[in-house]
């Protein structure tokens, strides 16, 4: 066991971004033109990845977005391959005869603004040809879902008919129902918050921390070092107090106890120091591993902080007055065992929002990570969003 930097094989250099000229797999593009953030910095454009799914009906009442979670992309569903790493990660619920069946709804997912899946972001390259690196903004929520009102205007759909998100993708949810009610139907999220607390702030301040300290971080300047090293370890870390509130305390304890790492004692020693883990330390360092081979550290960064930032009642008269105006339909589903955005925190939703009708619980051991875990309880959610979008019509 080392303690030491962490060595991955493999990996592009310095970070798993999608860059310009790599293979672009299912995503399609579009240039947004210039576009002024919150925090007033302006981009010359604004490129936007996305993927489709269906066919857009003659009179455009079809089309469903979904707005991706933190660590997700444009990649809803299809099989990972040349161009996307992983698989759809809603790849259960998302195709021809799913619950969300691609035979009747035209389906939309795009990478957000500061992603790293082809959407500008800080790996995407400046107009001097250099990454953004540590010249990329602030952004938050609202010009998040701002990029996505202009992908919409663009691609020509008038009208959202079920607009849903998870984590972070419900937070936009939210903001888009307030900002452009016009524009939605109906919506549903899951596991959200219309507020992020103090407890995720400090989680989220610890996971940047990090990745801050990491000497490979080069206070973002890190892309295309002639060594290839990227702030993998300090990413990993991250992910890692992240990935301690995407599970739930149940679940880890029932998974894995206090049992030893398969081969290594934890208790063993040499020059006076461990030499072997408990399995949950090796889980744990598995995930640091994967997201390294996946993702972004200044993306995990710039979406992290867009969460910190969240506040749907922020220059509307607080939570409760912001979400009064929601009075489309809008499903709200919490995880019994969610410890990063509590039950409660939705239950505040349904109470304030007029659309918002039942709170629905999924019950799950897993915690946070139950709505990329628990396909059919989604699904049957899914389907009431969907059942009272078809009571409107």
Known sequence: MTYGPIAYEGLPPASAAWREGDPVGDRLFIDIG??????????????????????????????????????????????????????????????????????????????????????????????????????????????????????????????WALLLGPSLGGMRVLEWMVRYPQLVTSGMVLGTTAAVSADEIGTHAAQLAAIYADPYFLDGDFYDQPDGQGPHRGMGVARQVAHLTYRSETELGERFNRDYQTGEDPYAWQDGKRTGRFALESYLAHHADKLARRFDANTYIALTNAMTLFDLGRGRGGTAAALSAITAPLTVVGINSDRLFPVHQQQHIVEHAPGAGDLYVVDSLVGHDGFLVEDQQVARYVAIALDRLRELA
């Not at 925090?39 to 799914?53: D, I, K, L, Q, R």
């Not at 809603?90 to 082809?118: H, K, R, S, Y």
């Open 34 to 159: 210039e576009f002024t953030t919150e925090s007033g910095f302006t981009f010359p454009n604004v490129t936007v990845a996305y993927e489709t799914w269906g066919e857009l009906a003659a009179d455009g009442s079809n089309a469903v977005y979904i707005a991706h979670a933190l660590t997700g992309d444009s990649h809803v569903a299809g099989p990972a391959g040349v161009g996307h790493k992983t698989a759809g990660w809603w790849d259960e619920l998302v195709g021809p005869g799913m619950a969300i069946d691609t035979d009747i709804w035209f389906v939309v997912c795009a990478n957000i603004l500061g992603g790293c899946q082809g959407t500008t972001g800080p790996a995407s390259l400046a107009p001097d040809g250099k990454p953004w690196g540590s010249r990329f903004p602030t952004v938050t929520v609202t010009d998040m879902v701002k990029v996505e009102y202009q992908l919409t205007q663009r691609l020509g759909i008038d009208r």
